[in-house]
């Protein structure tokens, strides 16, 4: 480590740019100054600075508008009705309906539903802290139907990740979408989440974001919809 300098990862910074996006660089360069910082104060080896701490992060901005139209939204409900998967459909309602992650949605476990409430219970989400998410009606119905023919498993959906991005991708050829990622379903059920007149508090109870500011990054109402209000 103390051979490491300040241009060591700045070349890394510039060489890793031409292949991942910026936040992801953010974020390693991030670990590795804490790697530093704990080499300092923990496991006291003799290192004068971190040479992170002069490394200029890259620019982010992978801010995305991208909405649902109603056109696609029909098409994409169409075509999931093709599929050879049964947990595409209740998956994809799940997501616009709770705005809740991939990954959240591919690790629920049946004990984690209060049938009675209306709410799952999300223990380990992306930010390391326990999250309850409200269902509306049309998700606790779309769940009960499910499970209604996948009693044998303790797991909602039992799918991997990569078994589900390659059957979203399939999805998504056949309704002919070339820019929608899954990840913007999220987007979308945020942002139909204000248009349903709730608070920026009650969203973010519902989303998790801890920061406000990230939330409004995921919130672009339709215009249409402002026109209304006008």
């Excluded at 200029?56 to 409900?77: A, S, V």
């Excluded at 998956?91 to 709410?119: C, F, K, P, Y």
């Excluded at 109870?205 to 209304?228: N, W």
Aim: hydrophobic residues 35%.
């Amino acid at each position: 480590m103390h051979s490491l300098r300040s241009s060591t990862f700045a070349q890394y910074r510039d060489e890793r740019l031409r292949s991942v996006k910026p936040a992801t660089i953010s974020r390693e360069l991030g670990l590795l100054s804490h790697v530093f910082t704990i080499a300092m104060t923990e496991w006291n080896l003799p290192l004068t600075d971190n040479p992170l701490q002069n490394v200029r992060r890259p620019t982010i901005c992978n801010t995305r508008d991208r909405r649902l139209t109603k056109q696609e939204e029909t098409i994409l409900f169409q075509k999931v009705q093709t599929c050879s998967v049964e947990y595409m459909y209740p998956i994809l309602v799940l997501a616009l309906e709770t705005a809740m992650r991939q990954g959240e949605i591919l690790s629920m476990q049946l004990s984690h539903v209060d049938w009675n409430t209306h709410v799952v219970t999300l223990p380990l989400t992306k930010n390391g802290t326990m999250r309850r998410v409200p269902l509306s009606h049309k998700a606790i119905t779309m769940l009960r139907e499910y499970h209604k023919g996948h009693t044998d498993s303790l797991a909602v959906f039992t799918v991997t990740r990569n078994a589900f991005k390659k059957t979203w991708q399939r999805l998504m050829k056949r309704c002919g979408f070339k820019d929608l990622r899954f990840h913007d379903l999220r987007h979308e059920a945020t942002s139909r989440l204000f248009e349903k007149g709730l608070n920026v508090m009650e969203v973010a109870s519902i989303t998790g974001h801890k920061d406000v500011r990230m939330l409004f990054r995921y919130t672009h109402p339709r215009a249409e919809t402002l026109a209304q209000k006008l």
